[in-house]
């Protein structure tokens, strides 16, 4: 069974520029999280998805970032315009809805993002 | 609001010496605790998971950690290091059952010597 893939693995943009991310949750898994971690400090949460709906997006930092699950499957994180405190690493997890392991979240590698 | 905390960013041991990495959360209502691991160039990878069944959890790779309700404690152990061992650690809460996302701490780097 393939895990939660993301692209791209590394991504290296101008101040200013768009930026899209990609998650591809496990197959099967309702639920979908992206998170963060800038410079070394804690992975945050950013947002939610219950399949195609929004259940949470409490920890998006503000309206430069748009995130998107069209169909309830993969997920895409526009950063739109890309700022210099927008670097570090983004990850995707997913996790089931029902079942013993909805606890348990499942992570992506993460993409790393630089703003120069 | 939960919170996670883990005591020293960064750990030496000695191979073959016990591994000890603390965390202690707050939480306002009973926890579901996890330790992740992500190694160089890896994704978070699940070590073990605390879900309010027994207090001692046996994890991959011969990790376990111990949930104290009274120390509000999930500190990560294992015996004997190896050098495989060598990658960062998270500690993260949960509340809830349903989906509910994760707080981290902010993560302890082990190294292991030769």
């Known amino acids: 069974e393939a895990g939660v893939t993301q692209f791209p693995s590394h991504s290296v943009i101008e101040k200013g520029q768009t930026v899209t991310l990609r998650c591809d949750p496990i197959s099967g898994h309702d639920n979908l999280y992206w998170y963060r971690r800038v410079m070394g400090k804690e992975i945050k949460f950013l947002l939610h998805?219950?399949?195609?709906?929004?259940?949470?997006e409490s920890g998006m930092p503000n309206n430069r970032f748009l995130a998107e699950r069209t169909g309830g499957t993969y997920s895409t994180l526009k950063v739109q315009p890309a700022e210099l405190e927008d670097s570090g690493v983004y990850f995707c997890?997913?996790?089931?809805?029902?079942?013993?392991?909805?606890?348990?979240?499942?992570f992506g590698a993460g993409t790393r993002l630089s703003v120069l | 609001a939960q919170s996670v905390t883990q005591l020293g960013s960064h750990v030496s041991v000695s191979e073959g010496a016990l591994v000890l990495l603390r965390c202690n959360y707050s939480s306002s209502v009973p926890p579901y605790l996890f330790w992740y691991v992500q190694y160089p160039n890896q994704g978070l990878q699940l070590l073990l998971k605390y879900t309010s069944a027994a207090t001692l959890v046996k994890g991959i790779n011969g990790f376990e950690a111990e949930f104290k309700k009274s120390e509000t404690s999930f500190h990560l152990t294992k015996p004997s290091a190896h050098m495989s061992d060598a990658a960062e650690y998270f500690c993260a809460v949960s509340e809830g059952d349903y989906g509910q996302n994760f707080v981290f701490g902010p993560g302890t780097r082990l190294s292991v010597l030769p």
């Open positions: 998805f219950v399949k195609e709906s929004k259940q949470d």
């Open positions: 997890a997913s996790s089931p809805l029902d079942g013993g392991a909805k606890n348990i979240q499942y």
